[in-house]
């Protein structure tokens, strides 16, 4: 089992920045994808990023990239998003997850993923 907890989100301005951090704790996370979604209330959760276990991939939704860096630190079992230059359309829960191994689902689908955390609110006014 691995349990996840996010924190970092806020109240920002638009074109301002925060980070956001996921702490695991049950297991390690090496040898697991993880990544990012956000929810705003009445739609469907969303991808936002992933990163590969090595760190060496990393896959980002097409309205963040450029501004959301997504890194981790296997030694430290965290992994984090780093959010620049946010927009009013940003604002949303984001959850941090873990990828399922050997899923057949593609990394930007939900179903991949067998272990969230509790999310945290972001809110970007403008």
């Known amino acids: 089992q691995v349990q996840l907890v996010e924190s970092g989100g806020g109240l920002v301005q638009a074109g301002g920045s925060l980070r956001l951090s996921c702490a695991a704790s049950?297991?390690?996370?090496?040898?697991?994808?993880m990544g990012w979604f956000r929810q705003v209330p009445g739609k469907e959760r969303e991808f936002v990023a992933a990163?590969?276990?090595?760190?060496?991939?990393?896959n980002y939704e097409d309205s963040v990239k450029g501004r959301f860096t997504i890194s981790r630190d296997n030694a430290k079992n965290t992994v984090d998003l780093q959010m620049n230059s946010l927009k009013p359309e940003d604002t949303a829960v984001y959850y941090c997850?873990?990828?399922?191994?050997?899923?057949?689902?593609?990394?930007?689908?939900?179903?991949?993923?067998?272990?969230w955390g509790q999310g945290t609110q972001v809110t970007v006014s403008s």
């Open positions: 990163i590969s276990w090595s760190a060496g991939i990393r």
């Open positions: 997850a873990a990828r399922t191994p050997r899923t057949p689902y593609s990394y930007t689908d939900e179903r991949g993923y067998g272990y």
């Open positions: 049950g297991r390690t996370l090496n040898n697991l994808q």
